[in-house]
C-alpha cells in the first residue's frame, strides 16, 4: 500500500454514532435551613438552580441570584431588596452584630464580597469587589470593579468608589447605567425562569 493511501485512510473521519441526551428541566435550588431558620424568597424572583441560600435570607420581588452565588445567613441577616441581582460567583455573608442590607434596584457584580454591610437603592458593586463590615454605598453609588471598601466606611450617594483602599469621586457614578442594569436582570431572570432546560442527566437521575 503506497504511503499516500494510507495517509488518506488515516486522515479519513469516521462516522458520528449520535449519543442520546435526555432533556432534563431543573427548577431545585439549593436552598436550606439552619437552627429553625429558612430563607423567605419572593415568589417572583429568581433562583438559579446553582445558587446556595442558607438561613436568615430574604429575597425580594423579580430579584435574581445567580449561578454560584451564596448567601449565607447562619450568624445574621441578610436582606435583598426588590429587582436587586446577586451575580456569579457573589458571596454574601453577615454576622450577629452586622446584618447585610441591599436595597431596591441594586447591581451586585460577578465575584463581589458584601459582608454586613448596606447597600441604598439603586447602587452597584462592580466585579470582584469586597464591601465591608458597617460600610454603606449610598443611593445611587457605584463601587468599581476590584474595589476594597472598609469597614465603617461611607460611599456618598452619587459617588464613585475605586481601589485598594477605596477612593470617593463624587458625583462619578452613572445612576442610567445603574437603573438599567437592573431593568436587564429583571428581564433575564423571567428569560431564565420560563425557558432555562438542563440537558445532562443530573447525578442520581439516570
Request: include cysteine; aromatic fraction near 4%.
Amino acid at each position: 500500500m503506497s504511503i499516500d493511501r494510507v495517509v488518506a485512510r488515516r486522515a479519513a473521519p469516521r462516522p458520528l454514532t449520535p449519543v442520546p441526551i435526555e432533556t432534563v428541566s431543573s427548577t431545585a435550588m439549593a436552598i436550606y435551613e439552619i437552627g429553625g431558620t429558612a430563607p423567605r424568597i419572593d415568589p417572583s424572583a429568581y433562583v438559579h438552580p446553582d445558587a446556595t441560600v442558607i438561613g436568615d435570607v430574604t429575597i425580594g420581588p423579580e430579584s435574581t441570584v445567580w449561578p454560584g452565588a451564596v448567601l449565607r445567613g447562619d450568624y445574621g441577616t441578610i436582606t435583598i431588596g426588590a429587582r436587586t441581582s446577586v451575580q456569579d460567583g457573589t458571596v454574601v455573608h453577615a454576622t450577629a452584630e452586622t446584618p447585610t442590607t441591599v436595597g431596591d434596584g441594586c447591581v451586585i457584580g460577578h465575584l463581589v464580597h458584601l459582608e454586613g454591610c448596606l447597600l441604598e437603592a439603586s447602587s452597584l458593586v462592580g466585579s470582584g469587589s469586597v464591601v465591608l463590615h458597617n460600610a454603606v454605598i449610598g443611593t445611587g453609588a457605584t463601587v468599581g470593579a476590584n474595589a476594597v471598601v472598609t469597614n465603617n466606611m461611607i460611599v456618598p450617594p452619587g459617588a464613585l468608589a475605586v481601589g485598594i483602599p477605596a477612593v470617593i469621586k463624587e458625583g462619578r457614578s452613572n445612576l442610567f447605567a445603574i437603573e438599567a442594569g437592573a431593568a436587564l436582570y429583571v428581564a433575564n431572570g423571567k428569560r431564565y425562569a420560563a425557558g432555562l432546560v438542563r440537558i445532562d442527566t443530573p447525578p442520581g437521575d439516570s
